[in-house]
């Protein structure tokens, strides 16, 4: 079993079960992680608790703060509290430190307890785990919870029977709201730091956005020059957004949060590529930043800490498409099957799409056809 602190100098004590006797204490997020045998010893203990993470009474302070949404109020309350106990685990899903398994690409959907329909169509379309050209692609939703007492009980039900059938779901017990977003994704690659580093790649994306997994590991393994080991961040970049002053907005955010009147360059969050070094690198300088409200703007707050910058990749369509004829269906496949990720998608939508990009009697004209897409 393991004893545990929470705080800035947290760490775990190993115990054993007969005896009671320590057996290695170590620092948390450090001395554990040049260890193989301690990282299995913590994966298959990793049932353990934080104490409940309270209120910082000093954000009330904050000038204005009184006027802000309570969406706004109980991010800024709770941004300080980056350690939640999992409810669901995948320790193994990398193949465990012993036996690392070859994944190339990791796809990592950020996704709702109530979105279970979005979840069951993914998992039969771009989602699916399977190998392409020799190449391993597994799949993971990331989680907290939603609602309370027995809806909560529900939700949590419905995704631990998912998981037994699956072995997909990380769920942290954090509430999952919009502003939690970023938490998530911190979250995560805590999780991949200690479980995953030996991925190549990954793909973090919504649960309604429609990928080319083919054409996403086609370019990705098209960069010879680049296994994983060395700096990728690319999707459709945004530069010199702007902060939402009006307080009625999903994204509004307050001078008093953030005083620049200008973004740093980031994707956006609907989907984009990384790998494997660059997401270790974000959770590296993720610890001395502060949590924001945007999720994707807090990547770029991360990126440009870590002197790492964005690319753009013309196949990532994260705000939308554009079909240039009125006579043409907008769902037209012949307008997607070069694509790498496109948003937004239904569910219906996209169990159909992905059945006809990859029908082998697909016909499409010479203009459409003809057209590869690349940065």
């Known amino acids: 079993t393991i004893n545990k602190s929470t705080g800035k100098n947290a760490h775990f004590e190993f115990v054993n079960e007969k005896s009671r006797s320590r057996i290695h204490r170590f620092s948390h997020d450090t001395e554990m992680f040049r260890s193989p045998k301690l990282v299995k010893m913590y994966n298959n203990s990793y049932k353990y608790s934080f104490p409940k993470c309270e209120q910082n009474m000093a954000a009330a302070r904050i000038s204005g703060f009184d006027g802000f949404p309570d969406i706004l109020k109980d991010f800024l309350y709770y941004r300080h509290c980056r350690y939640f106990p999992m409810i669901l685990d995948l320790p193994d899903k990398c193949g465990g430190i012993e036996e690392p398994e070859d994944i190339f690409l990791l796809l990592v959907i950020k996704s709702s307890p109530m979105h279970y329909e979005r979840r069951e169509v993914l998992r039969k379309t771009w989602a699916q785990e399977r190998s392409y050209k020799g190449l391993r692609i597994r799949r993971i939703f990331t ?58 790649f990954l793909l973090n994306g919504d649960d309604d956005v429609f990928a080319n997994t083919d054409n996403i590991v086609d370019y990705l393994h098209g960069r010879r020059e680049n296994n994983g080991s060395q700096h990728l961040f690319t999707g459709f970049l945004i530069k010199n957004g702007f902060p939402v002053r009006w307080d009625r907005s999903k994204y509004f955010v ?122």
């Open 254 to 375: 307050p001078s008093q949060v953030y005083e620049k009147n200008v973004y740093p360059n980031y994707c956006g969050g609907g989907g984009f590529l990384l790998s494997s070094f660059t997401a270790l690198m974000i959770y590296s300088y993720s610890n001395a930043i502060p949590l924001f409200p945007i999720d994707d703007v807090y990547m770029g707050m991360c990126l440009e800490k870590a002197k790492l910058a964005p690319t753009p990749h013309i196949g990532i369509k994260t705000f939308g498409w554009y079909i240039p004829s009125k006579k043409i269906d907008q769902y037209d496949p012949c307008y997607f099957k070069d694509y790498l990720l496109v948003h937004q998608f239904f569910p219906n939508n996209m169990y159909l799409m992905w059945h006809q990009i990859n029908d082998p009697n697909l016909k499409c004209g010479v203009t459409n056809s003809s057209r590869t897409i690349q940065t």
């Open 143 to 200: 989680l907290g919870t939603m609602g309370n007492n027995f809806e909560k009980e529900r939700l949590n039900k419905l995704l631990k029977t998912e998981h037994q059938e699956h072995n997909d779901i990380l769920q942290w017990d954090f509430q999952d709201t919009f502003f939690n977003l970023t938490l998530k994704q911190v979250l995560f690659l805590k999780w991949m730091k200690r479980n995953c580093q030996q991925v190549n």
